[in-house]
Every structure is written in C-alpha cells, then in structure tokens.
C-alpha cells in the first residue's frame, strides 16, 4: 500500500483543505477590511468606486 507521502498531489490537497479549515474556524465571518486592503479592493473591482482619488 503506498503511503501518503509517496503521493505530493494528494498531500498538497490536505494541507491546503487544513490551512482552509483553520482559517475559517479562527477569522470572524463578517471582518472587516484594513484601509489598505479596502484601496487595493476599490482599484481592482468592477463597479467599486475608488477609496482614494488618484491624481
């Protein structure tokens, strides 16, 4: 029987699904974004006005 380790892809996915898992059972649904993430989001989503005026 091979084990899991001989197989990078599937233990690729595993970490990835446990990162995922943790990051949504510590982070609070609903949190709000930093002043520079909410810039960063307004500069590079359709329809958003800009946060900040460029000159």
Do not use: F
């Amino acid at each position: 029987m091979r084990r899991l380790s001989d197989r990078p892809i599937v233990l690729l996915g595993a970490i990835c699904c446990v990162y995922v898992g943790l990051r949504l059972a510590i982070l609070p649904n609903g949190m709000p974004l930093e002043w520079d993430e909410a810039v960063y989001t307004s500069q590079v989503a359709l329809g958003v006005p800009d946060a900040v005026s460029r000159s």
